[in-house]
């Protein structure tokens, strides 16, 4: 039989993340007995062995691990499904709210062209309300994944648009942000090595899939925090030129001479069907 079943997968991912079958049962909320025997009928189902059972404990097989895999994959998109489902469905019910797009973005970036693509689309006959989805550095993909986010905008190199259709919509350069204090601010431009090896002015750390670069600077959380980082003449960053936006008195912005061309793109799973984000795409490619 081919077929699995979401509580299958539940089951067998949460053994799989956890190699215990005592903690993966907490976690579920059940008995460890009932457990054991649904990753059992899964595997003689499947006619696989996913799971070595000995002394030392639980691991996966090559077969459970492209289970793992490809089991956290069906799991996000039948979890995205149904959020997206009921976002689409408002709009069907007697007295409902109009149909409602997410739109993810990094925080404070793309000000600009985020502020004209919602103006033009508002102005739209059939326009869907738009929910903006501030997130972290490199989140966009994760929120289109797991159906938290309908569409996004996402800046290559810095995020993968693997498995994604998208549309480009802007070419920038990068800019180092200072404190305006500081002697390189006094410069009309910069090199990447003249801000990449400063004793008293470290650059910024990004997480980058829930883990941060090795380096001298100050992990970064928000956009807030950074700021003020900046400002106080403990960090330099690195941004798109766009990012002038949301300078403070206390920054300079000098732009950087090697540093490779930021592209924004509006970016939406590739199997989408939805009317309401097509029109949204259609607005931002006439931009």
């Not at 062209?113 to 919602?118: A, D, F, R, S």
């Not at 990068?174 to 404190?179: D, E, G, K, R, T």
Request: aromatic share 4%; net charge negative.
């Amino acid at each position: 039989m081919d077929t699995l079943e979401t509580r299958e997968l539940r089951y067998f991912m949460a053994v799989a993340e956890e190699l215990h079958f005592g903690r993966a049962a907490e976690r579920l909320g059940m008995a460890q007995p009932p457990l054991s025997r649904a990753i059992q009928q899964l595997e003689r189902r499947l006619g696989v062995c996913l799971l070595e059972r000995n002394r030392r404990g639980v691991s996966l097989t090559g077969a459970g691990e492209v289970l793992l895999h490809e089991g956290r994959a069906a799991l996000d998109a039948t979890a995205a499904a149904a959020r997206r489902t009921r976002r689409a469905g408002g709009a069907d019910s007697p007295g409902g709210p109009r149909n409602r797009l997410v739109l993810a973005l990094k925080a404070a970036g793309s000000h600009e062209l985020l502020q004209k693509l919602l103006d033009a689309y508002a102005a739209e006959p059939d326009a869907a309300e738009i929910e903006v989805l501030p997130c972290g550095m490199c989140e966009q993909a994760e929120l289109l994944r797991d159906g938290r986010a309908d569409v996004a905008l996402m800046h290559a190199p810095f995020n993968s648009l693997a498995g994604f259709d998208s549309e480009e919509l802007l070419t920038e350069g990068q800019i180092a942000i200072l404190p305006a204090g500081h002697p390189l601010a006094a410069r009309k431009t910069l090199s990447l090595a003249d801000v990449s090896d400063v004793p008293d002015l470290p650059l910024a750390r990004w997480p980058r899939h829930g883990t941060y670069p090795p380096g001298p600077g100050p992990e970064i959380h928000d956009q807030t925090q950074l700021a003020q980082l900046i400002a106080l003449g403990r960090t330099v960053a690195v941004f798109p030129d766009s990012a002038r936006a949301w300078l403070w008195a206390e920054h300079t912005a000098v732009p950087l001479t090697d540093a490779p061309p930021v592209v924004t793109h509006i970016a939406w799973p590739a199997h989408s069907r939805s009317l309401a984000l097509a029109g949204l795409i259609r607005t931002a490619a006439q931009l």
